[in-house]
């Protein structure tokens, strides 16, 4: 509408007059913040613009593949790709706390990204996907609220000694307003409403140690249970299972249990299917999906993803469970 198309004008002349003919780079994570910011400051500044996509291999099915089609492809913004799936795997060889995993993916996760923003010739600005409830949350806690960098990845921020402008074109939008600006910006509907992901991603959906086999098998499980809840309608809303929840995926469980097919006997892991319903996260209610929707994903998990013969669904509120698993 036109409330939003002035909004826009205004923000790009903002971005303009800030960053003159500077150099800006920006993190992006194939999450909402920063793909909207990555939008916004593009319509504004066009090449000036360089991206960094640091893919950890931790993302959804095909999720990386995603991103460039939209960002490089469809809309000509510069994006590096680093794939870095072999380095995080390494550094996750072996570790099961799920605080450590964090921390190790955020350390992995800001050294790649400086030292690839590094390479860019002349940035004299990072960009950053900072809304307004994470501006009030740094400065509740006491951070240095202005100057916080954004951490997707439970670390500290990025070292000082990047000696970078800040360029927070979102900080004074809600959540929902950076949305209806995505759609605004062109980005798919689809993308910009899709459920919350963790930074860390299925580093903290693989139970104890990240293996590269588990990753793929859970980016599959959890494709088939996204697939199926954006396609089964309620009748009484009309909308899909995927609107009515506020977060869905799938977690694996490095358990083998005994089950058959054919004439054989299997020996193999477990999903768990884990919806929820929430207003803001802090507490949620277990979503009451229909049993044949559950039947469906569970037929389909075991059927296509060989390696996994059992699915079970998660049936704990938070309190006293958390969201994620770990
Ligand atoms: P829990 O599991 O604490 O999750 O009930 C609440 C919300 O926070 C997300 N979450 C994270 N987000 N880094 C993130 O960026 C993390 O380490 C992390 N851990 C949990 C979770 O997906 C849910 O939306």
Known sequence: DWVMGDYISEAVENIRKQVGDEEVILGLSGGVDSSVAAALIHRAIGDQLTCVFVDHGLLRLNEGDMVMEMFARNLGVKVIRVDAKDTFMGKLAGVSDPEAKRKIIGKEFVEIFQSESGKIQNAMWLAQGTIYPDVIESA????????????????????????????????????????????????????????????????????????????????????????????????????????????AFAVFLPVKSVGVMGDGRTYEYVVALRAVQTQDFMTAHWAHLPHELLGKVSNRIINEVRGINRVVYDISGKPPATIEWE
Do not use: C
């Open 140 to 247: 509740g806690k006491g951070k240095k609220g202005a100057h916080t960098i954004k951490s997707h990845h439970n670390v500290g921020g990025l070292p000082e000694d990047m000696h970078l402008k800040l360029l927070e074109p979102l900080r004074e939008l809600f959540k929902d307003e950076v949305r209806e600006l995505g759609v605004a910006l062109g980005l798919p509907r689809e993308m910009v409403y899709r459920h919350p992901f963790p930074g860390p991603g299925l580093g903290v959906r693989i139970l104890g140690e990240v293996k590269a086999e588990f990753a793929n098998l859970l980016q599959r499980a959890d494709a088939i249970f996204i697939e199926e809840l954006r396609n089964t309608i309620d009748e009484v809303s009309q909308k899909s299972w995927y609107d009515l929840t506020s977060q």
